[in-house]
């Protein structure tokens, strides 16, 4: 786990929730189209531009780390591609929560929190291109097409 930087998150500290390499690497095992790439969000994602995704599991816990993960995932995300955010209604990660709705918005037609405290973004065609970085003033303007 990274520094806890964020306020919501302030319960965690450096080395909570961490899980070695080898671990996953035994959950995926006999699995040849899955790359294990260890390290932190931050360091390792700006060496991925290039991927597409059609689905994704978001299970990272803190506010930065699950920012960092909208960031990259949303603008390579298809059309009719979803994200499952495993921690959005958990109570002991508040700021996984923030980071998903200052991304989707908390009325986006596309989001579906679930019972068991995950939540699912589908990509829509008919719906405005979620930007991971919208203001007030740019969701409005989009909206208003």
């Not at 302030?10 to 995926?28: M, R, Y």
């Not at 040849?32 to 689905?55: C, R």
């Not at 996984?96 to 973004?121: H, M, N």
Request: glycine residues 8%; proline residues 7%.
């Amino acid at each position: 786990m990274p520094d806890v930087t964020h306020p919501l998150d302030g319960e965690w500290v450096k080395g909570d929730l961490a899980s070695g390499v080898e671990q996953v690497q035994q959950l995926f095992e006999g699995q040849s189209d899955v790359h294990i790439v260890p390290g932190y969000f931050s360091d390792t994602l700006k060496d991925h531009q290039d991927l597409k995704f059609s689905f994704c599991h978001v299970d990272a816990d803190l506010y930065t780390s699950i920012k960092e993960c909208i960031e990259f995932i949303l603008p390579r995300l298809s059309e009719g591609g979803c994200i499952v955010f495993d921690d959005y209604g958990f109570r002991d990660c508040p700021g996984a929560k923030q980071a998903v709705e200052e991304a989707l918005g908390a009325d986006c037609q596309s989001f579906i929190p679930l019972p068991t405290g995950q939540a699912i973004y589908i990509s829509r065609p008919w719906q405005p291109k979620v930007s991971p970085v919208l203001t007030e003033t740019d969701t409005t303007a989009s909206l208003s097409r």
